[in-house]
Every structure is written in structure tokens, then in C-alpha cells.
């Protein structure tokens, strides 16, 4: 079974079903059944249009000198052999889930280095260039060091989930339909649910023992391994996202201790 094929440029998105076309702009989602579909057409190099069978034309989000073509061609393939005339009638819209528009998005990125370049300039002029470099590099390291901080603790608290109430298996590895070996090992949970996990992906074996979490497997599981090298990884771990963020403690502060 093939993926559904995808069309997007920023905000506009066109996804290929089994029966239809999802088209979504501005937050609005237009469901186009593909019975309501005479053709695509190509308009451009990367430019596509919708043509329903009432000779309505909607455009397609602009892909590029590859994707275009394959999703025009995926579309002329799944249309069914009868047609509706109705064409645009048979479209239906609805609101999607609302989102942080991609302006505020950027706004708030460039605002975020305007205030981070301002701050080491301010930093530098007032207490000289080492001081203005070690609040260049403050900022980092709070962000590294705590994201690296919260990453163990999350990664130590579900292992001592998994330790007191985890369920091992043997996962095998995934091929691809080619033979090619894949980055992957797949095994099923007790209610029949097949789950992918990449945890020993570097190992060469056909085969690893994944303990995962009975309540939540898809998102709790982890390849089996010794009690100490657990500890000596998370500790490992947390050392180093500490030493990361206290450095970066030691930027921001330092100026003004």
C-alpha cells in the first residue's frame, strides 16, 4: 500500500486518499471527492490546478520540478472510471484545528535574536568583550543544558516505569520490500498492536529484547539492557546536561556578580 501522496507549500496542503482529496488553506479543510475530479492539469513547471467535472478550477499548492508531476500523476491514477457531474457541489469544507499562523511564527523567532543580539552587545559595551562572550554563549547553554536536563529525567523515570511494570519481547528487524535492511525493529504488544522501535538500530542483529510499557507501549518502550549500564548512562547524562546548563547559569550571571 502506497503512502498518500502529499502537495504543500507553506500554509496550502493537498493530500491524496483512497477516494478523495483533502485540500486545506487558511485553516479551512475542503474534502474534493475524486468522482468530482475530471483531470489535473499542469499550469506550470511546479504548478498544478484542480478541474472538477462542473469545470470548476481550483489550484493545487505549488510543488517543485519532481513532486508536481508524481502527484499529478497519482491523482490521474486513482480517478475512478465514473465520474460525478456535479463537480463542486459535491465538495464539502470545514474548520481545521487552529494553529500559530507561520507570520507569528517568524515574528516571534527574529524577535527572540533581536533581544539575544541586543542583550550580548548591551553585555559587551558595558562590562567588555569577555563578559559580552560569555553571554553569547549563555543562552545556548541554558537551552541545550536544560532541554539535555529534562531529556534524562524523562528517559530515567520511564525506565523505572518500565522496570516495575514492563512487558519484554523479542523485536526482529524490518526489511524493506528490496531486502534492504532497515534502521528498525518491529514487535507486537499484547493486544496484537505492531510497533516500530529504533532502539538498538546500530546493532546488528536479527533480533533484540524491547520491554515496553503495558499502558502506554507506543510511546513508552526501550531495548532491554543491564541494570548498570541504565544507571551509568542516565547519570552519564544528567552530568553532562548539568555541566552544560551551569555554564550557561555562569554567562548570564557573571556580568553582574
Known amino acids: 500500500m502506497r503512502s498518500p501522496q502529499v502537495l504543500s507549500k507553506g500554509d496550502h496542503t493537498a493530500i ?15 474534502t474534493v471527492p475524486l468522482a468530482a475530479v475530471e483531470e489535473v492539469r499542469q499550469t506550470g513547471a511546479t504548478t498544478l490546478a484542480l478541474v472538477l467535472t462542473d469545470g470548476v478550477t481550483r489550484p493545487l499548492p505549488e510543488g517543485n520540478t519532481y513532486s508536481a508531476p508524481a502527484f499529478r500523476t497519482a491523482v490521474t491514477e486513482a480517478l475512478p472510471r ?32 533581536g ?9 559587551g559595551a558595558a562590562h567588555g568583550g569577555a563578559m559580552g562572550a560569555a553571554a553569547f554563549g549563555a543562552v545556548p ?13 524523562n528517559s530515567a523515570r520511564d525506565r523505572t516505569l518500565l522496570a516495575r511494570r514492563g512487558i519484554t519481547v523479542v523485536a526482529t528487524r524490518a526489511y524493506y520490500p528490496n531486502g534492504k535492511r532497515a534502521g528498525h525493529y518491529t514487535f507486537t504488544d499484547a493486544s496484537g498492536n505492531e510497533l516500530t522501535t529504533h532502539y538498538g538500530s546500530g ?14 507501549p507506543s510511546r513508552r518502550h526501550a531495548a532491554s539492557e543491564p541494570a ?29 556578580l
Do not use: C, M
Not at 16 to 30: A, M, P
Not at 141 to 153: D, P, Q
Not at 228 to 251: D, E, I, N, S
Open 16 to 30: 491524496l486518499r483512497d477516494d478523495h482529496l483533502t485540500i486545506e488553506q487558511d485553516r479551512i479543510v475542503t
Open 82 to 113: 465514473r465520474r460525478d457531474p456535479a463537480g463542486s457541489a459535491l465538495l464539502t469544507t470545514t474548520e481545521g484545528r487552529g494553529s500559530i499562523p507561520r507570520w507569528a511564527v517568524w515574528l516571534g523567532v527574529l524577535g527572540f535574536l
Open 115 to 123: 533581544a539575544y543580539t541586543a542583550y550580548v552587545w548591551w553585555t
Open 141 to 153: 547553554g541554558l537551552l541545550i543544558g536544560g532541554l539535555g536536563a529534562v531529556g534524562a529525567v
Open 203 to 216: 546493532r546488528a542483529t536479527n533480533e533484540i529484547h524491547v520491554v515496553y510499557d503495558p499502558e502506554a
Open 228 to 256: 548498570y549500564a541504565t544507571v551509568v548512562k542516565h547519570a552519564l547524562g544528567l552530568l553532562t546536561a548539568g555541566a552544560v546548563l551551569a555554564l550557561g547559569l555562569w554567562g548570564a550571571l557573571a556580568p553582574y
